[in-house]
């Protein structure tokens, strides 16, 4: 079995920052990509950052230049930190990663609710 749990999600005020964790425990052998999804009321889920093993980064171009995706491979975790943050990133964020456990499969986590008031 193979669970990842988020922390870090709250309501902030437009122009602050908050930092999103995501730990993956269980049954791992290896971990491939990383990454953090959101989704808003009535919209589809997007992609927000993913990020490899070996450290490869890519943003969605409305979070690039505010937000910074990183990992700790020792740690199987996953960071999100959100600088600059706007209304419109308002949603609930899905952290995600590719693992190795009995075959490689996609695991989400639970969702934490990130609130930008203006």
């Known amino acids: 079995q193979v669970s990842l749990v988020e922390s870090g999600g709250g309501l902030v005020q437009a122009g602050g920052s908050l930092r999103l964790s995501c730990a993956a425990s269980?049954?791992?052998?290896?971990?491939?990509?990383m990454g953090w999804y959101r989704q808003a009321p009535g919209k589809q889920r997007e992609r927000v950052a993913i990020?490899?093993?070996?450290?490869?980064?890519n943003y969605a171009s409305s979070v690039k230049g505010r937000f910074t995706i990183s990992r700790d491979n020792l740690k199987n975790t996953v960071y999100l930190q959100m600088n600059s943050l706007k209304p419109e990133d308002t949603a609930v964020y899905y952290c995600?990663?590719?693992?190795?456990?009995?075959?490689?499969?996609?695991?989400w986590g639970q969702g934490t609710q990130v609130t930008v008031s203006s």
């Open positions: 995600y990663a590719r693992i190795l456990s009995s075959g490689w499969n996609d695991y």
């Open positions: 269980g049954r791992i052998f290896s971990v491939d990509a």
């Open positions: 990020i490899t093993s070996s450290g490869s980064t």
